[in-house]
């Protein structure tokens, strides 16, 4: 096991002269910066994994400018921006709850954001301007030989694919592996204890809970005893953490850090299922990750149910540079003409309406089996592209996705869709295993 840890330490950790080199030049971006600030309150501060020392190889750079509460939040972002665009390199405007600025210099990744200086992390004026509260809660109470520890269980959540707290991903966060490594000690005890988490988990350092949260776990934040750190880690994340968790200490591999791409014949395995797969086609609005992906997910589970006649399996989207793909394996791609629809009990109010509404209109019926009243109809949509396009027509999934509905493409084969993803789809298995 020791072995194994020292491995992936030594494929994860940046070297002593990487870090000067980083270090050097983040040194340049804030004297640059500082320059620039010259005449207003506010200064730049590194915060983050590299801040904390628990950063991994080719990591980018948060800096963050804290302004004065007496400046009005257009000020900030408006003036980050424009420092930010004099002092990087090849930048790009991004945005969350600030717009920021994304770029380089000399090949190292930052970026630049703005917040306020605050004095308590539970009175804050916008979310960013609790983080640098986290970074020195961090830089305090994590001893220097646990900064492995949280490189360690990163890479984990990384090759598990749990790791992130954004929408894309709704995993662990940084700060939330950091506090996991303070609260247990090292990386195998958080293994370790991660194997015994129930159906729901509560965990805290210095502050207990004042708040139950609908939520699988929770861990109290220090600095906020308002606020739940791992609120964007769902119920299958959650879960597949405590199951890759037990299965890494029954059999330690370096699968679980650095998992292999499927491989397989797609061909075969689709004739070896004997079910269908649908291809969803629909272009990708041009919105910011988390908007982004929280309504593809919205998009794919409207989907999924509105097929429920069809008998769906599972489905898994994707995204690629010009598109949003959602494949849905499904028990049936054709249903017969006729539905049998189950209408009250004979002894509710509404069934003479019921027996009055398709007496003259429906194929057979109505009739009655057990209590019920029933009747056979036509159905109005046999076959599953014709009732995702009629759908689509009516519903909203998602107001950047709802501008594009005239790109939707549904598709009976899967000839167009990205072969590795495909893979992923059919085969279905933890990481580690492929």
């Not at 070896?272 to 086609?281: F, L, Y």
């Not at 589970?301 to 793909?325: G, Q, T, W």
């Not at 027509?393 to 594009?404: A, C, E, F, Q, W």
């Amino acid at each position: 096991m020791e072995n194994l840890l020292n491995d992936v330490l030594y494929r994860i950790k940046p070297t002593p002269e990487e870090d000067r080199r980083m270090q050097g030049i983040a040194d340049y971006v804030m004297e640059k910066l500082k320059n620039n600030l010259s005449g207003i309150d506010a200064e730049p501060i590194i915060v983050g994994s590299f801040a904390k020392k628990t950063h991994l190889k080719n990591t980018d750079i948060d800096i963050f400018i804290r302004y004065s509460k007496e400046y009005e939040k257009n000020f900030i972002e408006k003036n980050t921006l424009e420092i930010g665009k004099r002092v990087l390199e090849r930048y790009e405007l991004k945005y969350a709850e600030h717009p920021y600025v994304h770029g380089y210099v000399s090949g190292v990744e930052f970026d630049i954001v703005p917040c306020y200086r605050m004095d308590e992390p539970g009175k804050i004026l916008t979310a960013v301007d609790r983080t640098p509260f986290h970074t020195e809660y961090v830089s305090k109470n994590l001893r220097e030989n646990q900064r492995d520890q949280v490189r360690l269980l990163k890479q984990f959540a990384k090759g598990i694919g749990i790791y992130g707290a954004e929408s894309r991903v709704n995993g662990l966060s940084g700060y939330l592996v950091e506090l996991l490594i303070i609260k247990y000690g090292d990386f195998i005890k958080v293994l370790k204890n991660v194997s015994n988490w129930k159906k729901k988990t509560v965990l805290y350092l210095d502050r207990k809970p004042v708040i139950d949260y609908d939520s699988p776990l929770i861990f109290i934040d220090p600095v906020d005893e308002r606020r739940n750190v791992s609120s964007a880690l769902n119920q299958e994340n959650y879960a597949l953490f405590i199951v890759a968790s037990k299965q890494f200490l029954n059999n330690p591999n370096m699968k679980f850090f650095f998992p292999k791409d499927p491989d397989g014949d797609v061909k075969k395995i689709l004739d070896e299922r004997k079910s269908n797969i649908i291809h969803i086609i629909i272009k990708k609005p041009d919105v910011v990750d988390d908007i982004l992906y929280t309504q593809i997910n919205k998009f794919s589970n409207a989907i999924f149910e509105i097929l429920r006649d069809f008998i769906p399996l599972r489905k898994r989207y994707y995204v690629d540079d010009e598109n949003i793909h959602l494949l849905i394996e499904m028990m049936m791609i054709e249903l017969p003409e006729t539905e049998k629809h189950r209408g009250p009990p004979v002894y509710d109010g509404n069934s003479d309406k019921f027996i009055e509404k398709w007496r003259n209109v429906s194929l057979s019926g109505p009739y009655i089996e057990g209590m019920n009243i029933y009747a056979d109809i036509k159905r109005k949509f046999t076959n599953p592209k014709d009732l995702i396009e009629i759908y689509m027509k009516h519903h909203s999934v998602g107001k950047d996705i709802d501008r594009l509905k005239d790109t939707l493409r549904v598709e009976y084969d899967v000839e167009n869709a990205d072969k590795m993803e495909l893979l992923k789809f059919l085969l279905n298995r933890f990481p580690w295993e492929y």
